[in-house]
């Protein structure tokens, strides 16, 4: 059985300050993790994956995360909020090595503050 | 590049009424999934295909049916509807290997009165 937990259904920010999303997961295999955006009305797009490579992923728009195997957490950061990251977070995971059912968290709507 | 189309954007149904969503990818990908969002729940897996002609069960798929008769289309039908199906629906698509996660459609946004 494979779970994601986000900590913190609602996040506000100020412009300019630090992003940091949190998500642990729950697996019993090593695991594929992801980090989608949801902006309004619209479908998730994909942020960032960890597949067993660099434990620290890079992703678009600025975003970033680390995967700790010990914490077992993938929490997503970024050094400098902008008006326009205000949007929700999905944190979701996977067995690696192919194919399998994505678990998706709860979501983490990202407020950003003028 | 359409990657995943979604049709309809929106639609109102009465109880007991019955619809169809369409969900089209261009991709080429093996797999296909629909899920339902709902506030504060994230998204359930209703059913996933993994070829055509091969489907199954997700979390929650009472009240819904699926076919996929070709590559590209993974419609999901609807049969006499409840309140409780009032939600956001996403198709999404995916290679075997996830190299690019999934690649989600813009939703459909479902009212059952």
């Known amino acids: 059985a494979q779970s994601v937990t986000q900590l913190g259904s609602h996040v506000s920010v100020s412009e300019g300050a630090l992003v940091l999303l949190r998500c642990n997961y729950s697996s019993s295999v090593p695991p594929y993790l992801f980090w989608y955006v949801q902006y309004p009305n619209q479908g998730l797009q994909l942020l960032l994956k960890y597949t067993s490579a660099a434990t620290l992923v890079k992703g678009i728009n600025g975003f970033e995360a680390e995967f700790k195997k010990s914490e077992t957490s993938f929490h997503l950061t970024k050094p400098s909020a902008h008006m326009s990251d205000a949007a929700e977070y999905f944190c979701?995971?996977?067995?690696?090595?192919?194919?399998?059912?994505?678990?998706f968290g709860t979501g983490t709507k990202l407020q950003v503050i003028p | 590049n359409a990657g995943v189309t979604q049709t309809p954007k929106f639609r109102i149904l009465k109880i007991g009424q019955s619809m169809t969503l369409q969900c089209t990818q261009d991709?080429?990908?093996?797999?296909m999934y629909w899920y339902r969002q709902d506030p504060g729940m994230g998204l359930k897996l209703i059913y996933y295909s993994v070829g055509a002609g091969i489907t199954d069960k997700g979390e929650v798929p009472n009240g819904y049916n699926v076919s996929r008769s070709t590559t590209e289309d993974f419609p999901l039908r609807l049969e006499l509807a409840a309140p409780s199906q009032t939600s956001v629906y996403f198709c999404?698509?995916?290679?075997?290997?996830?190299?690019?996660?999934?690649?989600f459609g813009s939703g459909t946004r479902l009212t059952v009165v």
């Open positions: 991709m080429n990908h093996n797999y």
């Open positions: 979701a995971v996977t067995r690696s090595g192919g194919y399998q059912k994505v678990t």
């Open positions: 999404a698509s995916s290679s075997r290997d996830l190299d690019y996660g999934y690649t």
